[in-house]
């Protein structure tokens, strides 16, 4: 049996596009067209949460309660405003109930901004606290922790909002548990809220411009988060525009 982390799935690229960066809702059937909006939470659910000792620069109190008490790593995206594409990334760790900064990341986030009821197509990156479990890309293992699917179906053809080229920003992809089955593939279907509340919402190398609802760094960046981020540490991301994660 091959590992996961090894596996190569000899993939057709097209239809497999469809789940990056918040597309899905023309792909297979999902188990069901439920409208309940997204829980803050991360996903998986946590066994239990509670404030930490010492707070993250820029979570209010309500998103710092959140945190699952056994998360020991928190990838921050705080966008610059409600409908800006414009966006930072921090990777916090924690040691001894003290929350440590990494270095600040330039990012870009969906076209239009974020929404606390993301849709498919809207062009928006969903807000909330989500699981980081499975990983993958074009490109070989860089040296993830993450459970790591290399496939030829981690493409992307054309040009961005700006006339930038697309090509590269899927060699390395952390999927976000939005909408999403974790412990899968990033490039897995299932949308268990429904195809239309979007889905294949992941971290994902930048390519100069907007999004249509993934948070994209440096492809650097996205190298260090894969070699990082540690599933015994139980990592989740926060993002959502700076007012709402001050809440």
């Known amino acids: 049996m091959i590992h996961r982390r090894a596996a190569v799935a000899l993939l057709s690229a ?4 469809l789940s990056g960066c918040g597309g899905g809702a023309e792909a297979a059937p999902s188990r069901s ?8 939470t991360a996903s998986p659910a946590p066994e239990s949460s509670s404030p930490q000792p010492s707070g993250i620069p820029g979570l209010g ?23 800006s594409p414009l966006s930072t990334v921090v990777l916090y760790s924690r040691d001894d ?24 197509g809207d062009l928006r990156s ?3 606290m989500y699981g980081l479990t499975d990983a993958g890309g074009l490109l070989a293992d860089p040296g993830s922790r993450l459970p790591y699917h290399q496939s030829y179906g981690f493409v992307s053809p054309g040009t ?6 697309l090509e590269g920003s899927f060699d390395y992809v952390v999927a976000i548990n939005y909408n999403r089955e974790p412990g899968t593939s990033p490039l897995d279907w299932t949308r268990p809220l429904g195809a239309k509340r979007g889905g294949g919402v992941w971290l994902h190398v930048d390519h100069g411009g907007p999004t249509h609802a993934c948070v994209s760094v440096a ?10 981020l540690d599933p015994d540490r139980h990592p989740v991301v926060v993002m959502g525009y700076a007012d709402w994660l001050a809440q």
């Open 160 to 165: 961005g909002f700006e006339g930038e080229p």
């Open 14 to 17: 097209s239809p497999l596009l």
């Open 219 to 228: 492809k650097a960046h996205m190298k260090e988060l894969l070699r990082t």
């Open 61 to 83: 109190p309500r998103t710092t309660a959140a945190i699952p008490e056994r998360t020991e790593q928190v990838v921050v995206a705080t966008g610059r405003g409600k409908d």
């Open 126 to 128: 969903p807000v909330g």
């Open 97 to 120: 109930d003290i929350w440590e900064p990494g270095a600040r990341w330039p990012a870009h986030n969906g076209k239009d901004g974020w929404s606390e009821r993301h849709m498919a």
């Open 33 to 40: 067209e439920d409208d309940r909006p997204v829980r803050v």
